[in-house]
């Protein structure tokens, strides 16, 4: 093989690479990246899917459970609201036999014109028994209230007297809303 030939054959040779290169680079990259953010996209579709057939099937369940948690709102009425949350705390204190120090209704305007919440602060004194029941009765009850937080602390050396901050939060809807 004389000097040119081998010449060529390497010229052509590394142009032959180039072009491989330039087209796993330009070409078939992007296409393997463009059909795995594709496959990407249909898994997550697929599981959308399953979880929107999931919510179908439960329907009635949730329908049911939310009519049942709209029932049980706080009134619209803000005065009327706040005397249930008020008869509430009466209502347990007398179920667990605790003391209620203090109550500090406030109400808290929502992220737009459908609810307001009611985030209610208590004090309450007695012993670990009374509290616990006293908490269960607020978990138990059928009125929209959640305990947001639960502070406990000892007002004697033994840990017999204890005093429970409580904070409770209410839903209140507005009735106009579908």
């Given at each position: ?26 070409v ?10 594709r ?17 179908l099937?439960r ?69 670990l ?29 033994e ?9 409770v ?10």
């Amino acid at each position: 093989m004389n000097l040119s030939n081998r010449q060529q054959l390497l010229g052509v040779i590394a142009i032959a690479v180039v072009v491989l290169w330039a087209g796993q680079r330009l070409v078939l990259g992007p296409l393997i990246g463009s059909w795995q953010a594709r496959a990407a996209r249909l898994e997550k579709l697929r599981r959308d899917v399953a979880g929107g057939t999931t919510v179908l099937r439960r329907e009635n369940s949730i329908r049911l459970q939310w009519d049942t948690m709209r029932t049980n709102t706080l009134a619209n009425d803000v005065s009327a609201a706040e005397s249930q949350v008020l008869q509430a705390f009466d209502r347990w204190s007398r179920a667990s036999g605790v003391s209620i120090v203090s109550i500090r209704p406030q109400w808290k305007k929502g992220d737009d014109d459908s609810y307001m919440t009611l985030e209610c602060g208590a004090d309450a004194s007695g012993d670990l028994s009374a509290l616990t029941h006293l908490l269960y009765e607020v978990e138990k009850d059928r009125l929209a209230l959640k305990v947001d937080k639960a502070d406990i602390t000892a007002r004697d050396a033994e840990g017999q007297q204890l005093t429970l901050g409580l904070q409770v939060s209410g839903l209140r809807l507005n009735r106009s809303q579908p």
